[in-house]
């Protein structure tokens, strides 16, 4: 929120080097949501199968 207050008050070029940085990080936070929202492969049990290696703490 203070980021978009911030972006009203500041005038001209500030402005047009804010509004792309807004942009980038818009997208950057739609890719985020996409690859979390994406089905894990590794968990269809496929030949690629995760395996876990217990280490014993003393």
């Known amino acids: 929120m203070l980021a978009v207050i911030a972006y009203v008050a500041v005038p001209g070029e500030r402005r047009k080097k804010a509004a792309v940085h807004f942009r980038r990080a818009g997208f950057e936070a739609l890719k985020g949501v996409a ?19 217990r280490i014993e703490v003393e």
């Open 35 to 53: 690859a979390l929202a994406r089905p894990d492969a590794a968990g269809k049990g496929g030949p690629e199968e995760v395996r876990r290696e």
